[in-house]
């Protein structure tokens, strides 16, 4: 029956590459092959999450200040080897009061991977966010963006929901190194329930910082209010 099952969901993947294709499958936002998977939430409030990826780093600090004195509560996605490494940035994060997802331990693509490879780096990282003092739900977002099948099916058998996002402005290179192209691909993107990705602790991104309080004013501006992930997924 065990083999009946492979055979048959090998047969899906086949399918589902073949029709959709294989490298839209792998970086899609929107879909996965099984599991639970979010980009956003569709609901008439007027809400947003700010979801921060990699870290911690030495830019923690200066993200933590913005948002305790915007008094805004985000959703951190941390890699577990920077976790390992800085693990008082991450007790911060969580006295803070913000949420804590899971980013895998080592930041690989996690397509072409064994599930004993998939399973070491969600778990190894699992570890490093629970001894930093999390103790609500980890949700995971692939490094990257990018799942097939062997990560989906691991998380979907372990119920764990993929967050993935519908804002990225630092995805288009002509915005990511200015801080005002930022914020208004930010505030002329987003829509009630949006989930939005931002990179502020990576070396790269010294405009997504700048950006930061920026963001959360003209959102707020809108009529937005910022919620975690979970508070987000509540609406659905």
Excluded at 21 to 48: I, M, P, S, W, Y
Excluded at 94 to 118: I, L, P
Excluded at 159 to 173: A, K, L, Q, S
Excluded at 211 to 236: H, K, M, N
Aim: aromatic fraction near 6%; charged fraction near 25%; hydrophobic fraction near 40%.
């Amino acid at each position: 029956m065990r083999r009946r099952l492979v055979v048959a969901l090998v047969v899906v993947l086949v399918l589902a590459c073949a029709v959709i294709g294989a490298d839209r499958l792998v970086n899609a936002r929107t879909f996965q092959l099984g599991g639970d998977l979010v980009h956003r939430v569709e609901t008439a409030e007027k809400v947003v999450a700010l979801t921060f990826d990699d870290g911690p780093s030495d830019k923690t600090e200066s993200v933590l200040d913005v948002l305790r004195e915007q008094q805004v509560r985000a959703t951190f996605f941390l890699v577990g080897t920077d976790l390992h490494a800085q693990p008082a940035l991450g007790r911060k994060i969580v006295a803070d009061g913000h949420q804590v997802g899971n980013h895998s331990y080592t930041h690989s693509r996690m397509v072409f991977t064994g599930s004993g490879t998939v399973a070491s780096e969600i778990e190894r990282t699992d570890a490093e966010v629970r001894a930093a003092g999390y103790q609500g739900d980890i949700h995971f977002r692939p490094p990257y963006g990018k799942k097939l099948w062997t990560l989906p099916r691991y998380l979907a058998e372990h119920h764990r929901t993929t967050i993935m996002w519908d804002v990225e402005p630092e995805t288009d290179p002509g915005i990511a190194g200015d801080a005002d192209a930022v914020v208004r691909a930010v505030a002329e993107t987003v829509r009630p329930g949006s989930i939005v990705l931002l990179h502020p602790m990576n070396e790269y991104n010294k405009a997504t910082v700048t950006a930061l309080p920026r963001i959360i004013s003209e959102l707020r501006g809108q009529g937005y209010r910022f919620v975690t992930v979970d508070e987000l997924l509540r609406l659905r």
